[in-house]
């Protein structure tokens, strides 16, 4: 029985229609609607097939199977995975579609509608002036894009996401940087860049230093910021687990996510799916924003109640005295006045941390996208430093990311900032220095497309366009850029309104089950995974692989300089020059033979030695944010019947990323995507009552027509779901990470 006590103030209150569980039978229901209809055959033969999952970071698969992880259990996949399959088996968008169709009517579509017109089976063009997309030969695609490459390398730019492979991101970044460019913008600078930043700088790592075996030897996990039940389900069977064996999981979130309250999992049917089990021992809804004082408060009463441990911090950590002083010397008062958490929970949270053996601090984008998402993690490694929670088996510090492969781009050198290791190591390929200027990470770029900095962009995957704040600033910025060449396996609203003001192409590839080579990718906990070869499904389809294209517009720019770029259309020879170049990476030269998956070596933190020059972890005072919220005449709204929120953008519980699977979210009882989740207080203050329908404006326009829905959001905040909010707010950014501040979004609402 859990002693640890909860507060139950107003606005833990939920909406009457929510379940009382997440996952649990729906689940099963979902599955088994999927697996039994007429894709069902291609459905499990995708299963079963030797590839990692296409979904989130913790997924499985790979050469033990596909419903198999890293250690061997089986029974490890989840509906996000079926979701994502299903949408990649679907057929082909129809033959004469885009002649029939005009860019306009394009335009109308949702993200759930564009990804519903099926797989691309052929290539496309919109040439300037034109009203429709156009079929496209693969020779006008290489002249077209051998000319726009050729530009000036400053103003030629990639964007990418975690959907591809490790060869292609690794190509990728060959390609940009033999050409003179280090514009290698990645969906990871608009999520987890933060974490990147603050690990770097205190442990000499980018990632988590935490692996699947360490987690099952934890009795306390700290999840921050996550909503793992929707968006890294697998994570919630190592908190059940944690949970079973008397362990305690400390939730942080401003939202009472049902999931993580109690959580039904199919991989145990019969102790969790129906009756659920529960997953959080203590759940605290912080102020959006206002984790550094939370954290610092934790560790305020780690230093009272005698549980830091000092001894470790002298020989194993640098700059802890002035952490310490910080927390020694801010009240309380200012503390809970900033977190809006009580000290009593705050020393709840304090005990069980003190108290727990082993214990892993684990966040996601709730943590790391706002103005000050550095610091929050930096406050995150801080408490478990302060704590001795790191450097030993069961414990660290493991940011929990998205996309199944976004962490492998990063090792493979997609990004601006390039480990000297692999600069290094690509200077002696290239036989030259490649001291380039900063280049542009995503913010970057859009801001330099905005300002006619931009010849030329390829985007390997993603959404540029729906994954931007300011949909208005993006589409501006992207309509300013001469060539744009998207590479996707369906159509999605960027390619329907991140349009080039010359050219924009659309080439289909094959995904990950798909492709006539063997790829690799890496999880969150840093496993790498090798997927064999596949089919597809498409009958009469005119696809390419991502390795394919790049090698051959590669091989067309720069001949058979730093490398033969034809050659280097058998996987295999990438893996040969990925083992030689990233750190960590050597087992990947003899995969193809051993068919070996492999942990990377020199990243899992099992002992008090970090790669920092002085071995030691260092640590770095956080100052307390000051989250003031404008008045709404700043908006322009001068009516007194009006509130001012701080807003959280947020995906649904059928999302991945910016595709939409289903309209509603059952869980948080929001039945379309049009609404606000408030809670029940704010909402009255204005005589709103569920149901109503209201205008939400931020700082860059605004939402008419969104329904109100109570749920169970901290009093003073509110959700509503990306990207479709994105038009409402321009980019506040975080400095150091380039990160917007998805996540703390002043908004004014007010009736229709």
């Not at 995503?442 to 994954?467: F, P, Q, S």
């Not at 720069?558 to 990438?574: A, C, I, N, S």
């Not at 989250?627 to 519980?653: H, I, K, W």
Request: hydrophobic share 35%; charged share 20%.
């Amino acid at each position: 029985m859990d002693t640890h006590p909860q507060s139950k103030p107003p606005f833990h209150e939920t909406n009457e229609d929510t379940p009382e569980i997440g996952g649990g039978l729906p689940v099963i229901e979902y599955w088994a609607k999927h697996t039994l209809s007429p894709e069902g055959s291609k459905l499990w033969k995708t299963l079963f097939h030797h590839s990692a999952c296409l979904s989130c970071s913790w997924g499985t698969g790979g050469q033990k199977g596909g419903f198999t992880n890293e250690v061997g259990e089986k029974l490890q996949r989840c509906m996000k995975s079926v979701e994502a399959i299903s949408a990649e088996i679907q057929p082909p968008v129809p033959k004469h579609f885009f002649e029939t169709h005009s860019i306009v009517e394009l335009q109308q579509l949702s993200s759930l509608e564009a990804d519903r017109l099926g797989r691309l089976s052929f290539p496309v063009i919109l040439r300037a002036g034109s009203s429709h997309y156009d079929r496209i030969s693969w020779d006008e695609i290489y002249a077209i894009a051998t000319t726009a490459f050729q530009k000036p390398p400053e103003r030629v730019a990639s964007y990418s996401s975690g959907r591809g492979s490790n060869e292609a991101a690794f190509l990728l970044q060959l390609m940009l940087r033999t050409l003179g460019s280090n514009n290698l913008a990645d969906c990871s600078d608009l999520c987890h860049a933060p974490s990147t930043t603050a690990l770097k700088a205190m442990f000499g790592t980018n990632t988590s230093i935490v692996s699947l075996e360490s987690l099952k030897q934890a009795d306390c996990v700290v999840l921050a910021g996550a909503n793992s039940a929707y968006n890294h389900p697998r994570l919630m069977n190592e908190l059940i687990k944690i949970r079973d064996r008397g362990g305690k999981v400390i939730v942080i979130n401003p939202v009472m996510e049902i999931g993580l309250v109690k959580f039904g999992s199919p991989a145990f049917p019969v102790k969790s799916l129906i009756p659920g089990s529960e997953i959080a021992s203590l759940y605290l809804q912080p102020i959006p924003g206002s984790d550094v004082a939370l954290f610092v408060g934790i560790q305020k009463a780690l230093i009272e109640k005698g549980y830091i441990d000092r001894a470790f911090l002298q020989a194993r950590a640098e700059g802890w005295e002035a952490v310490i002083e910080d927390a020694r010397s801010l009240s309380w008062e200012t503390i809970t006045a900033t977190c809006g958490v009580s000290q009593p929970e705050i020393e709840t949270a304090a005990t069980i941390i003190g108290t727990s053996k082993n214990v892993v601090f684990g966040w996601a984008m709730g943590i790391t996208q706002h103005t000050n998402g550095v610091d929050n993690v930096y406050s995150i490694a801080n408490t478990a430093l302060i704590s001795g929670q790191i450097g030993k088996m069961g414990a660290g510090v493991m940011p929990v990311r998205g996309h199944s492969n976004v962490q492998g781009f990063g090792s493979m050198g997609v990004t601006v900032k390039l480990k000297e290791e692999i600069k290094q190591a690509l200077e002696q390929l290239l036989g030259r220095s490649l001291n380039l200027p900063q280049g542009y990470h995503t913010r970057d770029l859009i801001e330099a497309a905005d300002a006619g900095k931009v010849d030329t962009l390829i985007c390997v995957g993603g959404n540029l366009y729906g994954a931007n704040p300011d949909s208005t600033q993006a589409k501006r910025a992207l309509g300013n850029i001469d060539t744009i060449i998207y590479l996707a396996t369906k159509p999605n609203i960027g390619h329907f309104h991140g349009l080039a003001k010359t050219n924009t192409i659309i080439i289909p590839v094959l995904n990950r089950f798909e492709n006539p080579h063997k790829t690799t990718v890496e999880s969150g906990n840093n496993f790498v995974r090798l997927n064999d070869e596949g089919k597809t499904h498409l009958k009469n389809a005119d696809l390419i692989s991502e390795v394919e294209f790049l090698t051959e517009l590669a091989h067309r720019l720069l001949g058979d300089y730093p490398v033969e770029w034809r050659k280097m259309q058998d996987t295999r020879y990438v893996r040969q020059l990925i083992a030689k170049t990233i750190p960590g990476y050597e087992k990947i030269a003899t995969i193809d033979d051993t068919k070996e998956e492999f942990t990377i070596s020199g990243r899992i933190v099992t002992e008090p030695h970090f790669k920092t020059p002085s071995g030691k972890a260092k640590m770095f005072a956080t100052p307390l944010p000051k989250l003031t919220l404008p008045a709404p005449q700043d908006f322009g709204v001068e009516s007194d019947n009006c509130l001012v929120l701080a807003l959280m953008t947020g995906r649904s519980y059928s999302q991945h990323n910016t595709v939409v699977y289903k309209i509603g979210d059952r869980y948080r009882g929001m039945p379309h995507r049009h609404c606000i989740l408030m809670n029940r207080i704010d909402a009255e203050k204005i005589n709103l009552a569920q149901g109503d329908r209201v205008t939400v404006q931020g700082d860059a326009g605004r939402l008419d027509n969104i329904e109100v829905i109570y749920g169970a959001v901290r009093e003073g905040a509110a959700l509503m779901f990306y990207p479709e909010v994105n038009v409402i707010f321009k980019a506040k950014t975080e400095t150091r990470s380039g990160t917007p501040a998805y996540k703390r979004v002043p908004v004014v609402v007010y009736p229709n």
